[in-house]
């Protein structure tokens, strides 16, 4: 995902609006690997902000795959992340800003690398096929959602299973 500035390069308050969509490739993030279902889509606006600085200002359009945290089903989860970057051709002139300044080589802005990042920092930490997914039985292992499972017995936490001998009837 490249962006020109030669065009706004010389004069300050100069913008134009861009619409670019790029496939990627799976991500490895925390051992497991994020799928992405469609292009990435990023729309917004390049800006000279001046003193060699641009902004770009968007929303970017994601949609992944992964696996339901409590049931393990594909889950697809679309994303979209509003952002906010800096870029400039001397990023370290800027490091007293508490944004970060990505660097531009040759009158092009890399989109690529803070999209990425910003699409990683915005995942969700637990996807879920559905709110009210009921997951996996404890005990036998049944998926929940597909019907209740056939447990013999009642559920007890072995922690407290001790416990049972003072209701028992039978014990005098």
Do not use: W
């Amino acid at each position: 995902m490249e962006l020109s500035i030669a065009d706004i390069k010389q004069k300050v308050g100069a913008a134009y609006d861009f619409d670019v969509e790029e496939k990627v490739e799976g991500l490895e993030f925390k051992g497991e690997r994020i799928d992405f279902v469609a292009p990435v889509r990023v729309n917004g606006r390049v800006e000279n902000l001046g003193k060699k600085l641009f902004g770009v200002t968007g929303v970017i359009h994601a949609v992944i795959e992964d696996q339901c945290y409590r049931c393990l089903t594909k889950t697809r989860v679309d994303l979209k992340i509003d952002f906010n970057f800096k870029f400039s051709e001397s990023p370290e002139k800027h490091k007293d800003e508490e944004d970060e300044v990505f660097p531009i080589e040759e009158d092009v802005i890399k989109l690529d690398t803070p999209v990425i990042n910003e699409i990683i920092l915005n995942l969700p930490s637990k996807v879920l096929c559905s709110p009210d997914c009921r997951g996996f039985c404890p005990y036998c292992g049944v998926d929940l959602n597909s019907g209740e499972c056939r447990c013999k017995g009642t559920k007890v936490d072995p922690r407290l299973r001790v416990l049972e001998k003072l209701l028992d009837t039978n014990n005098d």
